[in-house]
């Protein structure tokens, strides 16, 4: 899984019943610079859907978690949207937008 290597460990994890938080205060700092993947919006996207279809896969996933489907894939299309947009990439901002809706 390239890209949101990060939150496809934390839904694995989550998935085999580890137990997680969160926390109000930073533990840790996060560096920004040219070449972080999260300055590449569609790549972002890209992954996000990904690991959102590896997820939607698993046939014993709760209720509560299958209910949340549509409004996750719908953020990440939104979160890609606001990235394009940002980057003046406006074409690809309308169509995150238009498979946003839910």
Do not use: Q
Not at 28 to 39: A, E, F, K, P, T
């Amino acid at each position: 899984m390239r890209y949101i290597e990060d939150w496809d460990l934390w839904l694995r994890m989550s998935h085999l019943g580890c137990r997680m938080d969160w926390l109000r205060e930073p533990v840790c700092s996060y560096r920004i610079h040219g070449g972080n993947m999260v300055r590449h919006a569609m790549l972002m996207k890209i992954g996000m859907i990904t690991m959102f279809d590896k997820l939607y896969t698993h046939a014993d996933l709760p209720a509560e978690i299958l209910a949340l489907r549509d409004p996750a894939y719908a953020h990440a299309y939104l979160n890609a949207a606001a990235r394009a947009f940002a980057a003046d990439a406006a074409a690809e901002g309308r169509e995150c937008l238009a498979s946003a809706s839910v």
